[in-house]
């Protein structure tokens, strides 16, 4: 590379940056039209001279007033390459200063960190890049990344906040991709409530309800039901969805018997009908005069405990016993 702080390498930068396509910023000049007078393509001195008569000393830099039009007389100047770079950083950094008040401002802070968008954008931040984070696995490592437009330093904040107010930001709000394969950026982004980016995740649950694929977290929304309790009716309890619901109404309505408040235990005989039933797995193993803990195990996999069958009966199974 040219030695820029002597007149011979910028004549030298000058003629590399338009006709060499080798040179690493030919493509900034020479690709896009750039050129150099004829009167200085094939003569320095001419060079020189005007150099010279502009009053160059060791140390400037050759600008161009306007790039289209190439070098030439009329349309180059010296500039000190110190004065420049203390104009260049105090004007941004006067920026930079302008525009964080402003958007202080317009969040309504004194800092960044006391915005609730601030906390939401370095969470999704952090759990991308940060190996640390507990929900890194289900981002980070999976190749989930927020979009260069976002991540740019403090600049990055500000056009994410900008993008959030415009996009019905609120608070109580939580950010979510709208294609969860896809990155964190304003085209696969969107502000919702909880309770909707439950039914986005990769992981969500859902059944059939109604003759519909429906997500769970939906299911317990339309019947108005607790969703943990929803689910563990049927992840643990091996309901089916509508016993589930059907359990769960009857007991906040209150208006069936006591035993069906409890997980009801059958024992089942060799034919796999219903011989007895109990309470609870509890009151069941009190009968035999053993802990419950092996028997409820047993009514969850299917497996027999003291040699027989056992397992949880709804109501309905409960109403058929009782007419026999």
């Known amino acids: 590379m040219a030695d820029l702080n002597c007149l011979w390498g910028i004549y030298y930068d000058m003629i590399k940056r338009c006709y060499d396509k080798n040179y690493f910023l030919y493509k900034s000049y020479g690709e896009i039209g750039v050129t ?3 009167e200085w393509l094939n003569n320095r001195s001419s060079f020189n001279e005007w150099a010279n008569l502009k009053n160059y000393k060791k140390g400037m ?3 161009l007033r306007e790039k289209e039009v190439g ?6 100047y010296f500039s000190n390459k110190r004065e420049r770079k ?11 200063t302008y525009r964080s008040d402003k958007f202080k401002s317009l969040l309504g802070v004194e800092k960044y960190i006391d915005s609730p968008i601030y906390i939401s954008y370095y969470a999704m931040i952090d759990r991308c890049c940060n190996p640390k984070n507990k929900s890194y696995k289900w981002y980070g490592a999976k190749g989930i990344k927020v979009c260069d437009e976002w991540t740019e330093d403090i600049i990055g904040f500000e056009r994410f906040s ?3 107010l415009g996009n019905g930001w609120r608070k109580g709000l939580t950010i979510d991709r709208i294609n969860a394969d ?4 304003p085209e696969n982004c ?8 439950q039914i986005n995740k990769s992981n969500s649950l859902n059944f059939m309800y109604s003759g519909q694929i429906r997500n769970l977290s939906e299911i317990a929304k339309e019947n108005n039901l607790c969703y943990s309790n929803l689910y563990r009716k049927i992840m643990y309890d091996n309901y089916s969805v509508e016993d589930a619901i059907n359990y769960l109404k009857r007991r906040r309505k209150g208006k069936k018997n006591s035993m069906y408040h409890s997980k009801q235990v059958a024992q089942i005989d060799s034919n796999g009908e219903i011989a007895k039933v109990f309470p609870s797995a509890k009151s069941a193993a009190d009968s035999y005069g053993k802990l419950s803990g092996s028997l409820t195990k047993a009514c969850r996999n299917g497996t027999t405990w003291l040699g027989k069958r056992w397992k949880y009966i709804t109501e309905d199974e409960y109403d058929e016993f009782l007419k026999k």
């Open 86 to 96: 203390l104009k260049e950083n105090k004007q941004k950094e006067g920026s930079k």
């Open 190 to 197: 969107r502000w919702i409530t909880i309770q909707e980016q």
């Open 182 to 185: 896809k990155d964190y950026c």
């Open 61 to 63: 830099r050759l600008k």
């Open 36 to 38: 150099v007078c004829p």
């Open 162 to 164: 900008v993008w959030s």
């Open 71 to 76: 070098y030439f007389p009329s349309n180059c």
